[in-house]
């Protein structure tokens, strides 16, 4: 399959997943293994999330037709690196502007960083071998991404990307308490 096509067929079934990973823990009422994959809050970081989980999913398609390459690791690290930044960079920077986010803003933050990740990697993944010592360095460094990932949604740091901004809490706990509170009202 032609690469180019190959790169944007990627780019759909990862924002088309991150969409549905969005919604998926409410649709399924939040089982706790769902919630560390799927947004459980409106925080950045669960933002960041839904582009991460689909490209790392994505990773068992392309890993089968490029995992032989050298650079393998070192574009996945890559890409998944430039979802990582992209996405909340844009987001501070202008609603440091606007004071308040704008959903298509949003959506389309989302879709270009997807976008920048999938070409980082298939540029990457042309260039000649990289030495062994960086080959050896991003496979670990995938790994420890992934580490990293699970981790941080199951004990969120207490910094502003964290932080839900409908509830004022993190992680789990965000999403627990706003539909507890959701759930109190509509009874009444």
């Not at 990973?21 to 919630?35: R, V």
Request: hydrophobic share 50%.
């Amino acid at each position: 399959m032609d690469q180019i096509l190959f790169t944007w067929i990627s780019i759909v079934v990862i924002f088309s997943i991150g969409c549905l990973a969005h919604f998926l823990y409410d649709l399924l009422k939040g089982p706790k293994a769902l919630g560390i994959f799927t947004a459980i809050n409106e925080s950045t970081w669960e933002h960041i999330k839904i582009a991460v989980t689909p490209t790392l999913l994505w990773g068992l398609v392309d890993g089968f037709l490029y995992g032989e390459n050298p650079n393998y690791f070192t574009a996945k690290l890559a890409s998944l690196l430039v979802l990582t930044f992209f996405i909340p960079f844009v987001f501070y920077s202008y609603t440091r502007t606007t004071k308040k986010p704008i959903l298509p803003v949003d959506i389309i933050t989302f879709l270009v960083a997807i976008i920048l990740a999938q070409f980082t990697f298939f540029g990457i993944i042309n260039l000649p071998a990289f030495p062994h010592w960086a080959i050896y360095l991003s496979s670990v460094g995938v790994f420890c991404f992934f580490g990293a990932y699970m981790t941080l949604t199951l004990l969120p740091l207490k910094t502003p990307i964290f932080k839900d901004p409908i509830t004022g809490k993190y992680g789990f706990t965000a999403h627990r308490n706003f539909f507890k509170k959701s759930h109190k009202h509509s009874k009444k």
